[in-house]
């Protein structure tokens, strides 16, 4: 049976690094994680091409951010319309049944 024995700190070589080489490493795989879009088959090597990766995954999560949010307050507009009319349906069934008792 395979046994997968690599690990993020063996593999990246976290102890020899530098602090702001690992820094670089928690930040990319930190957003990679977050956005869920995951680490995949092609990867960036280097710490300018993470560095790029981060902020890109962090732009691309902040603009779905915003439109799911206009999203969400279109749907709030349409309930709201819809509202409006399910009262005046209402209004005019009660005055259909006041015509027809008076």
Known sequence: MYK????FIDTY???SNSDAHNVILGTYYAFTTLSTVGFGDIAPQSDPERLM???VLLIG???FSV???????????YKAINVELD????????FKMMAHFN
Do not use: H, W
Request: include cysteine; charged fraction near 20%; hydrophobic fraction near 55%.
């Open 87 to 94: 009262e005046s349906d209402a209004l005019d069934s009660f």
């Open 61 to 63: 999560v902040a603009v």
């Open 13 to 15: 070589e976290i102890k």
């Open 53 to 55: 990766c981060s902020f």
């Open 4 to 7: 997968n024995t690599a690990n």
């Open 67 to 77: 439109v799911l949010g206009d999203f969400m307050a279109i749907l709030e507009a």
